[in-house]
């Protein structure tokens, strides 16, 4: 049975159907440019968007072909609450004043994200359906409501508990004990949007030099040379939105990002009434498990799209698939006929405090360490890092001057992942 599921299986984004990639482009490497970017995910373009606007030239180079990482194969989930730490935990961190500030950033990151839509005319689908978290043991159901009451009190959040019996306006499956509905998150077209943002870098004077990894950036004097197999670049200044794809350019970074496989597989397509039913607001879905999963229905209202990170480490979409498939039909055993027609894989950025961070090493800018939560965070960092080129204060964020740990002896090989993949399995299955 599972054979013939993945019988027709295509191992690549789903996404990239709808919004086919654009043909690599290998310009030369200019000899000088205000501003050099390297990465063409949401930092990098939005970054280079926002310095554009402020009148700045902005060279973009990507090792592979733009959008190669994971900002076209994400599953479109848009949150307000995007940290991997507790609202409390956060508090306990950086200070009451200071953790509601970053907490507010969450919100501001979806509404960033979405007058950017509206300003820059970007269609990709982007609509505020909500975000179901569906408890997966019966004392779920009050760790979600006592964080209900903290993200009310402090941030006037828009959550509502949903019990069992009503969970059907939300997920028409009975896995989960009820759970809660963050109301003003959403979903997006994440290749569409990478594919609009990309456009309005280009039409703006962008350059997006594609197939160009940038192997070393080096101080000299005021300005920063752009090392690559293909020439060398002079720029005034420079930003990494490397993010999950992280590599050794600056080895400081490499020290504090986590790199973590994430994957997705999405269904044939399905009759719209059935997948109404499965997701009838057409929102996004998660639950309290630590070996996350995250679903949803495509944009189209015709597939599923089942996504998570059973593996952490292994970044193989083939290895993967199989898990996720088991896990929808939990949630959906009425699933065991649908095959599997996409399965892909992508790199998410961890980080050891699990907070984003935005800073600068060596002069180099950088933002990354989304923890899977980026699609909105890292356009809105990147934004802020546009900012800081161009020596605007409205840059600031409440991120600002956090240290940025690392681990002792690691160097960007996250070799103990496999270990907290098991644990995390353990503990779903006895808390
Ligand atoms: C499968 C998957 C599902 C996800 N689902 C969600 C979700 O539902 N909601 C959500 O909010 N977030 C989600 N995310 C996370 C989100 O997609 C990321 O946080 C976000 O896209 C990061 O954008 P970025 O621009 O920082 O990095 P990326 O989009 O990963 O881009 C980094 C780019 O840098 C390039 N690069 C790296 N080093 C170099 C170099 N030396 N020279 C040149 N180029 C270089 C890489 O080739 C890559 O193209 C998901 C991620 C994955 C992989």
Known sequence: MLKDAFRDVVYQPFWWEQRPRTQPERQPVPAEADIAVV???????????????????????????????????NGGGVGNFPFKLSYNETVSILGKERAKLLWNEGKSSVDYLESLLEQE?????????????GAHKRHKMDALRSEAEILQRNLNAELQMIEASEQANHIGSDF????????????????????????????????VIDGTTVTALKRDG????????????????????ANGYTDGVLPELARRVVPVASQIIATEELSQEKVARLVPKGNMIIDTKKTVHYYRASHDGRRILMGGRPLLRNSEAT?????????????????????ITHAWGG?????????????????????????????AMSTY????????????????????????????????????????????????TIG
């Open 121 to 133: 005319q970007i269609q990709a689908d982007f609509v505020r359906s909500g975000r179901y978290i």
């Open 176 to 207: 989960y004990f009820g759970g809660r509905f963050n109301t003003r998150d959403g979903v997006i077209h994440p290749a569409k949007f990478h594919h609009g943002l990309l456009e309005r870098v280009k039409l703006a004077g962008g350059l």
């Open 222 to 241: 005021n300005s920063i040379l752009v090392h690559t197999p293909r020439g060398v670049m002079r720029a005034g200044q420079a930003a990494i939105g």
């Open 347 to 375: 790199k998410l950025g961890f980080t050891f405090d699990k907070l984003p961070h935005i800073g600068m090493i060596d002069g180099v800018h950088y933002a990354c360490g989304y923890l899977g939560s980026g699609v």
């Open 319 to 339: 290895d993967a698939a199989s898990h996720l498939r088991r896990f929808m039909l939990k949630v959906w055993p009425e699933l065991e006929d649908a095959k």
């Open 39 to 73: 990465g063409s995910g949401y930092t990098g373009l939005s970054a280079a968007l926002t310095a554009l606007r402020g009148g700045k030239s902005v060279v973009i180079f990507e090792a592979q072909e733009a959008g190669h990482g994971a900002s076209s194969r």
């Open 381 to 428: 960092l990147g934004h802020k890092l546009g900012l800081r080129m161009l020596g605007d204060p409205a840059g600031e964020t409440a991120l600002d001057g956090l240290s940025f740990p690392t681990m002792p002896f690691y160097s960007g090989n996250p070799w103990f992942l496999s270990v907290v993949a098991a644990y995390y399995r353990v503990r779903d």
